[in-house]
């Protein structure tokens, strides 16, 4: 590849921010060419997780990501 191939224009990146249904949750879309491929990524505070289910927070981050 050259540097030549690479446009020298940059287009505006729509951003699209949502609150999901809880009122509590907020969410920032950012559409992207990918061939209706899907990419995922959060942060979610684990303070009202109750304290059984927080030893399943490896696992959960661990399949989420995988799938």
Same mark, same amino acid.
């Given at each position: ?16 921010? %949502? +609150? ?14 990918? *061939?209706? #491929? !899907? ?5 979610? %505070? +684990? ?14 981050? *661990?399949? #989420? !990501?995988?799938?």
């Amino acid at each position: 590849m050259y540097i030549k191939v690479i446009a020298s224009q940059t287009s505006d990146i729509f951003l699209r921010h %949502s +609150i999901l249904l809880t009122g509590q949750v907020s969410m920032q879309l950012c559409s992207q060419p990918t *061939n209706e #491929v !899907t990419y995922f990524r959060a942060v979610s %505070s +684990i303070v009202d997780l109750p304290s059984h289910l927080k030893p399943y927070v490896p696992l959960f981050c *661990n399949i #989420v !990501t995988k799938y």
